[in-house]
């Protein structure tokens, strides 16, 4: 079976600041990895997605991720937030070679820009 | 290009009671998925819809069934609701293009359920 961690229920930081949101799977398998976000009374919004090749991916919003395999990983990286950022960011996967492309989400990961 | 729709918006039903939730893929879509997302959790997979039939199912009880349209629209039905149910359910759409799984999901903005 696989699962997701996000270790950070909540991120406080302050504007133009960088940030990193955490995310580490487990999976007997491979794996596709995705962030999505969610902003208030939303619903969610693809960020960036790992399929294969280079580890560093880059998504909309200025918004980075790096696939680590050893250390099972995928944090989402940004050099510079803004208070348009605030939102919930969920990371996710999906099984290479499943039956469909369902999505196994983590609990998610608050990222509160202040001023 | 209209994305992916779902209604109503919000609903409020009784213990016991029965609930049908309504997705139109994104255009050029043609699987629909349903997620359940509780307070404060991340989405968790309930079904998947491709030519009308069921293709994968979470863990969820036999009290959700689904069924998709010719024109690939999808309901959500729950019996016998609890207070458990209250939840944000979410549709996904996509696009087998050959049933590869790395075809993106693409979320509407969810129907908002709350079981009194």
């Known amino acids: 079976a696989q699962s997701v961690t996000q270790l950070d229920s909540q991120v406080p930081v302050f504007e133009e600041a960088p940030v990193e949101l955490r995310c580490n799977y487990s999976?007997?398998?491979?794996?596709?990895l995705f962030w999505y976000v969610q902003y208030p009374n939303q619903g969610l919004q693809l960020l960036l997605k790992y399929l294969s090749g280079s580890t560093l991916v880059k998504g909309i919003n200025g918004f980075e991720a790096e696939f680590n395999k050893s250390q099972t990983s995928f944090h989402l990286r940004k050099p510079s937030v803004h208070i348009s950022d605030t939102a919930e960011y969920f990371c996710a996967v999906s099984v290479l070679g499943g039956a469909t492309n369902k999505l196994i989400f983590g609990t998610g990961t608050l990222l509160a820009v202040q001023p | 290009d209209a994305g992916v729709t779902q209604s109503p918006t919000h609903l409020i039903k009784t213990r016991g009671q029965q609930v049908t939730l309504r997705c139109s893929p994104k255009s050029g879509h043609d699987t629909v998925s349903w997620y359940q997302q509780a307070l404060g959790q991340g989405p968790q997979f309930i079904f998947q819809y491709y030519e009308e039939e069921e293709r994968q199912r979470g863990n969820f009880p036999d009290r959700f069934s689904g069924h998709q349209f010719p024109n690939y629209s999808s309901e959500l039905n729950v019996n016998a609701l609890l207070l458990g149910d209250s939840a944000l359910y979410l549709c996904?759409?996509?696009?087998?293009?050959?049933?590869?799984?790395?075809?993106?999901?693409?979320f509407g903005p969810g129907t908002r359920l709350t079981v009194l």
């Open positions: 996904a759409s996509s696009s087998r293009a050959g049933q590869t799984v790395t075809d993106t999901q693409y």
């Open positions: 999976s007997s398998v491979s794996v596709y």
